[in-house]
């Protein structure tokens, strides 16, 4: 998969947005940009995906940039039970692999 | 619930033993993942299979092989095990496995190796 940048870790104040940033600039036309994340030891979750459009869904918003090379992840009001290791993941087209990275840490703090 | 039922959840054994692990996909879906998920190592890719055919492969070691039945569950045998083989083990599953799919995980098989 191409490859991903996030910072490793980041805190979040209960109830505020938590944006996590994500770079991907050598991204192709066709690939998507994936969101997952994974809560202490349980399975990865899926959160949202895009392509070139902003997605909205009932867990977040993905905004993607215009050249497509960095993308955000928004958690509207984060809450305790967000605290997560997100994965930011740009899938290539035909390639059947799934592949993480190191993600970013979020710690939800109240 | 993402529907993806992994058995069984723990699982302790000693180095050179044999074990399997099974994963039954969300109803519906053709697509099995395996992933395997160790302190040092983070999430790693180890096979796919689609309907029944192995469509890609990770960096899967020799001793472990998986195979998906027509049934469409999947099973993913570990042999000859050692210390290092210590991790989670995931399956996921997805309808068709195509790249603009979302993946659906399960819990996963603890898997401790003494």
């Known amino acids: 998969d191409a490859k991903t940048t996030q910072p490793p870790s980041m805190d979040c104040a209960e109830g505020r947005a938590a944006n996590l940033p994500c770079n991907h600039s050598?991204?192709?036309?066709?690939?998507?940009v994936y969101w997952y994340r994974q809560i202490h030891s349980q399975g990865p979750q899926y959160i949202i995906h895009?392509?070139?459009n902003n997605e909205t869904n009932e867990m977040a918003s993905l905004i993607i940039t215009e050249d497509r090379k960095s993308s955000t992840l928004i958690l509207p009001h984060a809450t305790l039970r967000d605290t997560a290791v997100y994965y930011c993941?740009?899938?290539?087209?035909?390639?059947?692999?799934?592949?993480f990275g190191a993600g970013t840490t979020v710690t939800v703090r109240a | 619930d993402s529907g993806v039922t992994q058995t069984p959840k723990h699982l302790i054994t000693a180095t050179g033993q044999r074990v399997t692990l099974r994963c039954s996909p969300r109803?519906?879906?053709?697509?099995v993942y395996w992933y395997q998920q160790s302190l040092d190592q983070g999430l790693q890719f180890l096979i796919q299979?689609?309907?029944?055919?192995?469509?890609a492969k990770g960096n899967i070691l020799e001793r472990f092989s998986a195979q998906q039945f027509p049934d469409l569950h999947s099973e993913l045998n570990l042999s000859s095990l050692e210390l290092g083989d210590s991790a989670l083990y995931f399956c996921?599953?997805?309808?068709?496995?195509?790249?603009?799919?979302?993946?659906?995980f399960g819990s996963g098989t603890q898997l401790s190796v003494l």
């Open positions: 996921a599953s997805s309808v068709t496995g195509s790249t603009n799919e979302k993946l659906f």
């Open positions: 050598t991204i192709s036309g066709n690939e998507y």
């Open positions: 895009g392509l070139k």
């Open positions: 993941i740009v899938r290539v087209t035909n390639d059947y692999k799934l592949s």
């Open positions: 109803s519906g879906d053709l697509s």
């Open positions: 299979y689609y309907n029944g055919e192995e469509r």
